[in-house]
């Protein structure tokens, strides 16, 4: 119904702003994804969702369509609603989701807060062939990536390192190179962490 407002960007939180679009403030709840996106004028726009629900009108927004696009994806999955998938684009980029999704990684789905086993089980299985579809990926060099992710990942835990500082250098060192092996993937994070 709204697609998107652009006006004067009123009040800013980690989880909302209030936008004035012609004298009329619209509350709008956003990720945090969104937060570390929106520009330093005081002119915005944002796509939005509107969520009608008995109680409640209930806008969401994004800098970027494709975080729209994201949202409207996860909340179609029974068990997963505006507020979880909001979470979801919280705590990860939605880059991050969408690989998860398309290798079949359910441990980092459960990794986010309020999502349990079966719940990351049922996004993977009701998006997989969606996300693939959509995004246009290439499922074994997305699986192959991910499992000397996890492998490095697993390893760094046991040797004791906190698996969250663990995951963004290792995500650095894939980025920058991604053929690594496990074993270089760990040896840089060990130089690094």
């Known amino acids: 119904m709204i697609a998107h407002l652009q006006g004067k960007l ?3 939180s980690p989880t909302q702003i209030v936008i ?3 004298g009329v403030g619209y509350e709008v709840h956003i990720s945090l994804h969104t937060y570390s ?7 915005i726009k944002v796509f939005t969702h509107l969520q009608i629900k008995e ?3 209930t806008i969401f927004g994004f800098v970027e369509k494709s975080e729209r696009e994201i949202f409207k994806l996860l909340i179609s999955v029974s068990g ?3 507020g979880i998938a909001r979470t979801m684009l919280s705590s990860l980029d939605p880059k991050q989701i969408i690989n998860a999704i398309a290798s079949g990684d359910v441990s980092t789905v459960q990794s986010i807060k309020g999502i349990g086993s079966k ?8 998006l997989k062939d969606k996300v693939l579809k959509l995004y246009d990926l ?5 699986v192959q990536s991910n499992t000397s992710r996890d492998e490095a990942l697993s390893a760094l835990e046991v040797l004791g390192f906190v698996r969250k500082s663990s995951e963004k250098l290792i995500d650095k060192i894939i980025k920058e190179n991604p053929e690594a092996s496990v074993e270089s993937i ?3 994070a060990l130089k690094s962490l």
């Open 138 to 142: 290439d499922k074994v060099s997305v």
């Open 119 to 126: 719940t990351a089980q049922r996004v993977i299985l009701d």
């Open 55 to 57: 109680d409640a009108h």
């Open 80 to 82: 997963i609603g505006a």
């Open 20 to 22: 004035d679009c012609g």
């Open 10 to 12: 009123v009040e800013k």
């Open 186 to 188: 760990i040896k840089q």
């Open 37 to 43: 996106l929106l520009p330093v004028s005081d002119f």
